[in-house]
């Protein structure tokens, strides 16, 4: 689980070199470059995706790491 502060960003790029990750919004809003995701949206990102999420309002999400394939 994540929380999120109004304002806040990721403290830097997040790298899945060897997994990809998924996370679930369950309260507020995650910016994902142009892209924002409300509550109740799955995000997957795959194996060898980087990405650096932030949040205007604040947010919750929980996450898990998953395997390549």
């Known amino acids: 689980m994540v929380d ?3 304002g806040s960003r990721w403290p830097g790029v ?3 070199e060897t997994v990809g ?11 994902e470059g142009d892209r924002r995701y ?3 949206t799955y995000v997957l990102l ?3 995706s980087s990405h650096q999420p932030r ?5 919750r999400v ?3 790491n998953h395997p390549a394939g």
């Open 4 to 6: 999120f502060d109004p």
């Open 14 to 16: 997040d790298v899945h």
């Open 21 to 31: 990750e998924g996370y679930y919004v369950a309260e507020g809003e995650v910016i």
């Open 38 to 40: 409300g509550p109740g």
């Open 46 to 48: 795959e194996q060898g």
């Open 55 to 59: 949040s205007e309002t604040g947010a």
């Open 62 to 64: 929980f996450g898990y």
